[in-house]
Nanobody, 122 residues
Framework: VQLQASGGGLVQAGGSLRLSCAAS????????VGWFRQAPGKERDFVAA????????DYANSVKGRFTISRDNAKNTAYLEMNSLNPEDTAVYYC????????????????WGQGTLVTVSS
């Protein structure tokens, strides 16, 4: 599966963005999807994940209550709705896919999108 992330941009603190992860291929509905982010000079961190069916989700503590992951398998697309953004959310955001259950470790994901930059100004 090939992934393409989009929707990043510059937003003021307190604002919102919705990221999209468009997948190619007919088997997207069999993959768990994760969102990760990487700030300059830092490691790639887990943000959120969703099962192949969308029935279960998981979030990093830092984004719980502010971010929502979802997917539309009919459109081969996953989303990350981000609200109440703050400057600490500034990073390149990546979507990733894996067979089986989702994981919080980027090492377990086989397929990655190219990343989309989110910049939150104070």
């Amino acid at each position: 599966v090939q992934l393409q992330a989009s929707g990043g941009g510059l937003v003021q603190a307190g604002g919102s963005l919705r990221l999209s992860c468009a997948a190619s291929g007919r088997t997207f509905s069999t993959y768990a999807v994760g969102w990760f982010r990487q700030a300059p000079g830092k490691e790639r961190d887990f943000v959120a994940a969703i099962t192949y069916s969308g029935s279960r989700t998981d979030y990093a503590n830092s984004v719980k209550g502010r971010f929502t992951i979802s997917r539309d398998n009919a459109k081969n697309t996953a989303y990350l709705e981000m609200n109440s953004l703050n400057p600490e959310d500034t990073a390149v955001y990546y979507c990733a896919a894996k067979i089986g259950y989702y994981s919080g470790s980027p090492l377990e994901y086989s397929y990655w999108g190219q990343g989309t930059l989110v910049t939150v100004s104070s």
